[in-house]
C-alpha cells in the first residue's frame, strides 16, 4: 500500500510532469531506505542517473534511470559479470494514472527487491538490478540504461514486468528469449501463459515493451504481461 500511495494521484505521471518528477524522489528516497535497513549478509547498491533521450514525438528529454542492485555482502562488482535485470516503469500516457500500468508491477518490484534485501543468507548466486525507468515515449528509459549505465556490461538477462490491464492475476502473455528463460519460469510455484504469445504481439499489439531493448541486444529475455482487463489499458481509468 505504501508503494503504491504517490501512483494513485488524480493526475497522470507522463514524463516531464510534476507527478512524474515527484514519482522519481519517491522511489529514490524508498530505494535508500531498503539499501539502509538491508541485512548483515545483503549489499544494495542504488544510482539515480540522467541521461539524453529522445521521444517519440522527437523532443530531447532529461530521462532519469533509478536502479537498485542487491548483492551478497562481501561480493563486490568486480567479482562478477552476471546480473539479472527486473524491469518495470513508473511513467504512464498522458491521459491515465497508471495505477496498473506499471505501478503495479513497480510495487511487485518493490516487495521483492525488501524481501531479498532483508534475508538474512542471500539466496542467490547473482545480483538481481531492480530498474525503475520511463516507457510510455519510446523506451527510453531502458534503452538509456543499456546504452550509458555503468552496470550495462553485467547484464546477463533480464525479466520485464508490465500491464496490459487492470489486474495482476487472471491471464499473462509470455514472451521469452529460448528455452532458458521459459525453463526458469516453469520452476515458479504457479506458471500461467499463453504459447501464443509471441506470435499475438508481432502481429496484433502495435506497442513495444522493454523486452524488445534487450531483445535487439542479444540478451535472453522475458516479458511478463498481466492481461485481464485489457479494455481499461491506456485509458483514463487505468
Same mark, same amino acid.
Given at each position: 500500500?505504501?508503494?503504491?500511495?504517490?501512483?494513485?494521484?488524480?493526475?497522470?505521471?507522463?514524463?516531464?510532469?510534476?507527478?512524474?518528477?515527484? %514519482?522519481?524522489?519517491?522511489?529514490?528516497?524508498?530505494? #535508500?531506505?531498503?539499501?539502509?535497513?538491508?541485512?548483515?549478509?545483503?549489499?544494495?547498491?542504488?544510482?539515480?542517473?540522467?541521461?539524453?533521450?529522445?521521444?517519440?514525438?522527437?523532443?530531447?528529454?532529461?530521462?532519469?534511470?533509478?536502479?537498485?542492485?542487491? =548483492?551478497?555482502?562481501?561480493?563486490?562488482?568486480?567479482?562478477?559479470?552476471?546480473?539479472?535485470?527486473?524491469?518495470?516503469?513508473?511513467?504512464? *500516457?498522458?491521459?491515465?494514472?497508471?495505477?496498473?500500468?506499471?505501478?503495479?508491477?513497480?510495487?511487485?518490484?518493490?516487495?521483492?527487491? =525488501?524481501?531479498?534485501? *532483508?534475508?538474512?543468507?542471500?539466496?542467490?548466486?547473482?545480483?538481481?538490478?531492480? #530498474?525503475?525507468?520511463?516507457?510510455?515515449?519510446?523506451? *527510453?528509459?531502458?534503452?538509456?540504461?543499456? %546504452?550509458?549505465?555503468?552496470?550495462?556490461?553485467?547484464?546477463?538477462?533480464?525479466?520485464?514486468?508490465?500491464?496490459?490491464?487492470?489486474?495482476?492475476?487472471?491471464?499473462?502473455l509470455l514472451q521469452a528469449t529460448g528455452i532458458f528463460m521459459a525453463e526458469a519460469y516453469s520452476k515458479v510455484p504457479y506458471p500461467a501463459g499463453y504459447a501464443l504469445s509471441n506470435?499475438?504481439?508481432?502481429?496484433?499489439? %502495435?506497442?513495444?515493451?522493454?523486452?524488445?531493448?534487450?531483445?535487439?541486444?542479444?540478451?535472453?529475455?522475458?516479458?511478463?504481461?498481466?492481461?485481464?482487463?485489457?479494455?481499461?489499458?491506456?485509458?483514463? #481509468?487505468?
Open positions: 500500500e505504501d508503494t503504491l500511495k504517490p501512483f494513485t494521484v488524480a493526475d497522470s505521471r507522463f514524463i516531464g510532469t510534476s507527478e512524474f518528477n515527484n %514519482s522519481v524522489h519517491f522511489l529514490h528516497n524508498q530505494l #535508500l531506505l531498503l539499501q539502509s535497513s538491508a541485512s548483515d549478509s545483503v549489499t544494495v547498491d542504488v544510482m539515480l542517473t540522467y541521461h539524453s533521450a529522445e521521444a517519440d514525438n522527437g523532443v530531447s528529454m532529461n530521462t532519469p534511470v533509478i536502479a537498485a542492485r542487491v =548483492r551478497q555482502r562481501g561480493v563486490f562488482p568486480d567479482q562478477f559479470s552476471c546480473a539479472i535485470v527486473v524491469d518495470h516503469h513508473f511513467d504512464s *500516457q498522458f491521459f491515465a494514472k497508471g495505477f496498473n500500468d506499471d505501478a503495479t508491477a513497480v510495487a511487485v518490484g518493490m516487495e521483492t527487491l =525488501r524481501s531479498l534485501s *532483508q534475508s538474512q543468507t542471500y539466496p542467490l548466486n547473482y545480483p538481481v538490478i531492480f #530498474l525503475f525507468t520511463s516507457e510510455e515515449e519510446g523506451l *527510453q528509459g531502458a534503452m538509456a540504461f543499456m %546504452s550509458e549505465h555503468p552496470w550495462k556490461d553485467t547484464v546477463c538477462a533480464a525479466i520485464d514486468l508490465e500491464n496490459g490491464g487492470a489486474a495482476i492475476q487472471g491471464e499473462v506470435d499475438l504481439f508481432r502481429t496484433m499489439v %502495435s506497442s513495444s515493451t522493454d523486452y524488445n531493448v534487450y531483445l535487439d541486444r542479444g540478451i535472453p529475455a522475458m516479458d511478463l504481461v498481466w492481461a485481464t482487463g485489457a479494455v481499461w489499458y491506456h485509458t483514463p #481509468l487505468d
